[in-house]
């Protein structure tokens, strides 16, 4: 899976908007971008992914740059929970024979102030 | 619907001593994932399971074994525990490998070898 670059900690207040960015200078135009999340103490959660186009769910939104190198999770208004690791990661959509699971970084840290 | 469970949720072991983690999962899901989580770390695959009686090598197989003899449950062994192995323990299935695909997690197992 290609690598990701995303910032080390991010701090946001309660109730407004949250952008978490993240780099992916070497996608393939199979890759899928997703994104995971873990809360204090807890396992990951999944919170979207998406290919070429921007994605709604009832989580967050992704917005994925024209020439997909870049994306940027968004939380549309921040609540105390979503204190947690953000994980940006690639995974392929055509997985030749491998099943190899999810490749984690590091994460930004999100420290949301009330 | 439970998702993905872990038992124990937390164990003392000395050094030397054995184990089995096991993770069960009612989604019918084909693939499972055993990771490991240290301090400020990502997670990192150790073994997983493409479908009922098949296990592979992950990124950091050394020192555990896995068993898959039925499709819902993944168990993870420690023949002979060292500090070393000190860690979250976290579990993961999905439906399929591709990137189009979202995983599920567990809610950690920590390991504590003295």
């Known amino acids: 899976d290609a690598k990701t670059t995303q910032p080390n900690s991010m701090e946001s207040n309660e109730e407004e908007p949250v952008h978490l960015p993240c780099n992916h200078s070497t996608i393939s135009g199979t890759d899928y971008i997703h994104w995971y999340r873990q809360l204090p103490s807890q396992g990951p959660e999944y919170v979207i992914h998406?290919?070429?186009s921007n994605v709604n769910n009832r989580m967050a939104s992704l917005a994925i740059a024209e020439d997909r190198k870049s994306s940027t999770l968004i939380l549309h208004r921040a609540t105390l929970r979503d204190a947690a690791v953000y994980y940006c990661?690639?995974?392929?959509?055509?997985?030749?024979?491998?099943?190899?699971?999810?490749?984690f970084g590091k994460g930004t840290h999100l420290i949301i102030q009330p | 619907n439970a998702g993905v469970t872990q038992t124990p949720k937390f164990r003392v072991l000395k050094t030397g001593q054995s184990m089995t983690l096991l993770c069960a999962q009612d989604?019918?899901?084909?693939?499972m994932y055993w990771y490991r989580q240290d301090p400020g770390m990502g997670l990192r695959l150790i073994h997983y399971s493409v479908g009922e009686g098949t296990t592979a090598k992950g990124e950091v197989p050394d020192g555990y074994n896995v068993s898959r003899l039925k499709k819902q449950n993944f168990l993870l062994g420690l023949e002979s525990a060292a500090p070393s192995q000190t860690s979250v323990y976290f579990c993961?299935?999905?439906?399929?490998?591709?990137?189009?695909?979202?995983?599920?997690f567990g809610q950690g197992t920590r390991l504590t070898v003295v």
């Open positions: 989604m019918n899901h084909e693939y």
């Open positions: 993961a299935s999905s439906y399929y490998y591709t990137g189009n695909t979202e995983a599920f």
């Open positions: 990661i690639l995974r392929d959509s055509y997985s030749g024979g491998g099943a190899d699971g999810l490749t």
């Open positions: 998406g290919l070429t």
